[in-house]
């Protein structure tokens, strides 16, 4: 039994393109609020957490129905085909909004040049003036939201469904490593777009249009898709997995019709772990998006660093990191794999505090290595986890249970961790905040006793592979 690594990433590529668009979307639409319409952190935070509150209802709902669905497609891929498309329409027509709002610019009698930008007390003042703009005519702003939410529902149709068929295909002894997959193919559509980032300047010019950069975005996403469509043979590939699962005695298996069946429902023990498991996504998300949904802001605003920078290093740690965690945690079970992901992400964010816009950017750098270490140790091993308690035909609704906890931890992130900025200082809480939090999901991960993976022992294929869906 070993896994089909092409066959994995070819599946990755729906991941690849949601990544690519996450990426550009964490690092601009912060920044377009807060630079272009002038909204405090407070209120920028609000509008962050607007794709988490959709998540919350659509991910779990997507990702039931397209259980369901059975087309000449399979069940996953339509999802994913309409999402993009009427993603990618709707974000470049943010764009064209946003571009409306600069142009009223012209009004201003006096613009501070490039270099004056960079003092905190010229960046506040033009804020203000910014926001005197959307005060005076709310119509960008209202314009620039509908649109927005256009953008999000379409990607929320998708993601459960996107994410859902990486098990659809594997068998569940194998998930880990997929996942490890997957997830680097994800990465790599981050870093693509971190790229683009140093190539558009967009952390060091303030004003400047996203349209390019999003059209450029857009074309990674299309590729991303066309590559699918064109390689993914999802009922083929997930007929083959319920027969080889069938033939181990996992129990995805499938019915006289070829419909795949449950084998019975979840015990108290497997409940309770669940329901730690999916804390600790909580919690763990809490801490995480708290600093990538304002980093950007933090090290362009605060440090004076490129973002795109850092941020590529720490996709490449986690890249690097992706195959061999899955192979550790094939080995040593996905919990203490988590665990140790857990540690290494929060001593990353507490050290992160001491950095200072005095200390050269590249200290940065070993920092953002650790994270990227500990973020794919957390990563590969606790979407399987979650998927590994799933029945057969349960694995859409699980898979949206999984984002159901991460998208709802991700409503709270952005605003609580917001308030605090406005109330105590960005400065002085920023990566504190996700250190704690990241902490307390360690706490509620050690008491977590199912999903885990077991290694196979040689005696006895058959005895191992039922062994590891505990």
């Known amino acids: 039994m070993k896994l089909n690594y092409k066959r994995t ?22 920044l377009i609020l807060t630079n272009h319409f002038g909204l405090p952190q407070t209120a920028s935070g609000a509008v962050m957490s607007i794709d988490n509150v959709l998540a919350v209802f659509m991910l779990p709902i997507f990702g039931a129905i397209s259980d369901k669905v059975n087309t000449k497609l399979g069940k996953r891929t339509p999802f994913i085909l309409i999402g993009t498309i009427v993603a990618v329409v709707a974000f470049v027509a943010l764009t064209l909004i946003d571009n409306y709002q600069l142009a009223r610019m012209e009004t201003f009698s006096f613009m501070p040049d490039v270099s004056e930008l960079s003092d905190p007390e010229v960046r506040a003042w033009m804020a203000e003036r910014m926001w005197s703009l959307t005060v005076e005519n709310p119509l960008p702003l209202v314009g ?38 997957i997830n680097l193919a994800g990465t790599a559509g981050g870093i693509l777009v971190l ?36 390689c ?5 590939w997930a007929a083959e997995m319920e027969e080889e699962s069938a033939r181990l005695g996992i129990d995805a298996v499938a019915d006289s019709d070829g419909q795949t069946v449950t084998k019975g429902k979840l015990s108290r023990p497997e409940l309770v772990s669940l329901l730690l498991i999916l804390a600790s996504v909580a919690l763990w998300y809490i801490g ?62 507490f050290a992160g505090h001491f950095i200072t816009p005095d200390v050269p950017s590249f200290i940065m750098y070993p920092i953002f290595i650790l994270a990227g270490i500990g973020w794919a140790s957390i990563n590969v ?21 999984y984002y159901t906890a991460s998208m709802a931890a991700q409503i709270v992130a952005p605003i609580l961790s917001g308030l605090l900025y406005d109330l105590i200082g960005m400065r002085n809480v920023f990566f504190l905040f996700g250190a704690a939090f990241v902490v307390f999901s360690f706490i509620t991960m050690f008491f977590v006793k199912h999903g885990d993976s077991k290694p196979i022992e040689k005696k006895s294929v058959l005895e191992s592979l039922d062994a590891g869906d505990d």
């Open 9 to 30: 990433l070819l599946v990755g590529m729906a991941f690849f393109l949601i990544s690519a668009f996450w990426q550009a979307y964490d690092a601009i639409i912060p």
């Open 144 to 181: 620039f939201i509908a649109t927005l939410l256009v953008v999000l529902i379409a990607m929320a149709t998708f993601r459960s469904p996107a994410v859902a068929l990486m098990p659809d295909v594997t068998v569940k002894p194998l998930r880990s490593k997929a996942n490890a997959i």
């Open 195 to 230: 790229a683009l980032g140093i190539v558009f300047a967009t952390s060091k010019k303030l004003y400047m249009s996203y349209t390019g950069y999003v059209i450029a975005v857009v074309a990674i996403m299309l590729t991303g898709l066309v590559i699918f469509l064109l």
């Open 232 to 236: 993914v043979k999802e009922k083929k």
């Open 288 to 349: 995480y998006n708290s600093i990538t949904s304002k980093y950007s802001v933090y090290a362009t605003n605060i440090l004076g660093f490129d973002y795109n920078l850092t941020l590529i290093i720490a996709q490449a740690a986690a890249i690097i990191s992706y195959i061999p965690v899955g192979i550790i945690s094939s080995k040593v079970g996905r919990r203490k794999t988590i665990l140790f992901g857990v540690a290494i992400l929060a001593t990353a964010f």
């Open 381 to 401: 091993n606790s979407f399987p986890m979650v998927v590994e308690l799933a029945r057969g035909g349960d694995v859409g609704k699980y898979t949206g249970y």
